[in-house]
Nanobody, 124 residues
Framework: VQLQASGGGLVQAGGSLRLSCAAS????????MGWFRQAPGKEREFVAV???????LYADSVKGRFIISRDKAKNTVYLQVNSLKPEDTADYYC???????????????????WGQGTQVTVSS
């Protein structure tokens, strides 16, 4: 089982990127798929999740700027990151979990599978 994140890069403030997370080894169509990020010297934080039902949840800090989506046929989850700010600079990680209750969706410990990070750097 593997989650492969990609799409990070260096972008100016106000710019956009599209992060992808491709899953292999099993189907994740009935999993909740999340994105987390970790900035240097800070703890990993929740960014967004798309539930197996299609429902979404975003951190307040990215609401209105980031969009999470998934293509079940491709076993891939996307995170469109728009209007980027320097404070969005971090390593972004995708994760998969199943049976996560609503109140725990923002908790990294509830996700069983993790990809490697893809780095996003936003210059001012």
């Amino acid at each position: 089982v593997q989650l492969q994140a990609s799409g990070g890069g260096l972008v100016q403030a106000g710019g956009s990127l599209r992060l992808s997370c491709a899953a292999s080894g099993r189907t994740f169509s009935n999993y909740d798929m999340g994105w987390f990020r970790q900035a240097p010297g800070k703890e990993r934080e929740f960014v967004a999740v798309i539930r197996w039902t299609g429902g979404t949840l975003y951190a307040d800090s990215v609401k209105g700027r980031f969009i999470i989506s998934r293509d079940k046929a491709k076993n891939t989850v996307y995170l469109q990151v728009n209007s980027l700010k320097p404070e969005d600079t971090a390593d972004y990680y995708c994760a998969a979990g199943r049976g996560i209750i609503l109140s725990a969706l923002q908790s990294a410990s509830r996700y069983a599978y993790w990809g490697q990070g893809t780095q996003v750097t936003v210059s001012s």
